[in-house]
Structures are given as C-alpha cells and as structure tokens.
C-alpha cells in the first residue's frame, strides 16, 4: 500500500514540475492599457547625480526603447536587471530609461550593476511622476516598450525576459 502511494505521490510531483517548467518557458502576455500606439508623453527625468535634468524631447529619436520602472529593493528588479545586463549587446541600437522613485534608488542601482558604462541605458527619476500617473504603474518591475517613433507598442508587468523585451522592441 505505501509502494502505490509513493508511486503515485511520485508521478503526481513529476507532472507538476513539468507543468511548472513548460509555464516558465512561456513568454508573458504584454498588459492592454488601451494606451498602445500613443506617443510617449513629454516629461522630465531628474538623473543619478541629482543635479542633471533631461526632457523626454530631447531623447534621441528613431530608435526604440524600453521604460523600465523599478525599485532597489525588489527582488524582481534585480534580476530584470541582471539579465538585461547579460544580454545588453540584445539592446544595441536602442535605448532603456530606468525610472525610479528615489534618488537613493537611482545610486544604488547605477552602482549596483555598473550602468553608468552603457552608452544606451539612462537612470533616473521622473521628477513630476508624469509617466507613473500616465501609465497608471503601480507596481514593478513595469516595462514600457516603444517603437522608433516613441509610440507605446507593449508594456509588461513583472520580469520579462531579455529576448521577449527585445523581440517586442523589434516590432
């Protein structure tokens, strides 16, 4: 009797973790926001160093680009960033803006994962929340992607993967 039990406790956990593994490799489904096909709306980005101001009208133009909400402190964040990091040649020929909170959030993740040597990664805070209210983000990781014209092709909630991001910045 307890050999039959432990056969069939044993298919039950295999079934599961092949369930689990299948769910896993699956790439996300992007959120609709119904905000798809828009411009990115104008607004400010206060950088790591806390003095420079960018202007989202000054970001350079015809290539895609990935808004990518985090925190510091999340777990998901960390390793949406470690492996963007490992794949960051994926991301040649676009540009990411790493949107924080907090200054302290900004230093702390630039430091972190030595942003700063990335030619295409920009880190900073938007000083007027005008993106976080826009796109109504309330938790992250939260991806925005954009096509060359900065109009919003995709957005994804939670980690995604570095080739799902960059097939989407393809589009």
Do not use: H, W
Not at 88 to 117: C, M, P, T, W
């Amino acid at each position: 009797m307890k050999n039959n039990i432990s056969i069939i406790a044993s298919k039950y956990l295999l079934f599961l973790l092949a369930l689990v593994g299948q769910c896993s490799c699956k790439d996300k489904e992007p959120l609709k926001t119904g905000l798809e096909g828009k411009s990115m709306p104008v607004f400010s980005m206060l950088l790591a160093d806390s003095t420079t101001y960018l202007n989202s009208t000054t970001f350079p133009g015809n290539t895609p680009s990935l808004v990518y909400f985090f925190s510091s402190t999340c777990p998901f964040c960390r390793a949406q960033m470690k492996d963007i990091v490992k794949n960051i040649d994926d991301f040649n020929g676009s540009r990411i803006y790493l949107i924080a909170n907090s200054v302290g959030d900004l230093k702390a993740f630039e430091n972190r994962y030595e942003l700063g040597q990335y030619q295409n990664i920009t880190v900073g805070m938007d000083s007027g929340y005008v993106l976080q209210d826009y796109y109504k983000v309330n938790a992250v990781p939260y991806l925005a992607v954009f096509n060359k014209d900065r109009k919003l092709t995709r957005v994804f909630a939670g980690k995604t993967s570095a080739s799902q991001l960059k097939q989407a910045m393809a589009l």
